[in-house]
Each structure stands twice: as structure tokens, then as C-alpha cells.
């Protein structure tokens, strides 16, 4: 085991603290933008979901007039 001067042991200390500080800093930042692409993702995913939904019905309509328009025609 090591062992510092009081000093000396401070002062390193101090050090790491301020580095452990800077350190928390950035992932605290990180976590911040993180939670904005997740949000954007989900945003993403909703306006994608919605685009499917708003074809298939489209689809299943133009299925619809099409199976009419053959009733129709005989």
C-alpha cells in the first residue's frame, strides 16, 4: 500500500476530485443529447408508423373502388 505525505496526499486528491468533477460534466452532457435522439427517434417512428397506416388505406380504398368497379361493370 502507498502511502503520501498529508500535502502531498491533498493535492492529488483535489486533483481527481476536479478531474471525477470534469468527467461527470461530460457524461452529464452526453446523457443530454441522448435523450434528444431518443426522443427524435420516437418521433421518427411515430411519423413512420402514421405514413404506413395513412397507405395501406389508401390501398384498401383503391381495392375497394376497384372491386365496386367491377360489380358495377357486369
Known sequence: MLSYPIDEAATLLKGRLEAARESLGNC???MDFLRQQITTLEVNTARLYNYEVTLKRKER???EREEKGKKGGK
Request: glycine share 0%; proline share 0%; aromatic share 0%.
Open 28 to 30: 452529464e452532457e452526453d
Open 61 to 63: 380504398e383503391e381495392a
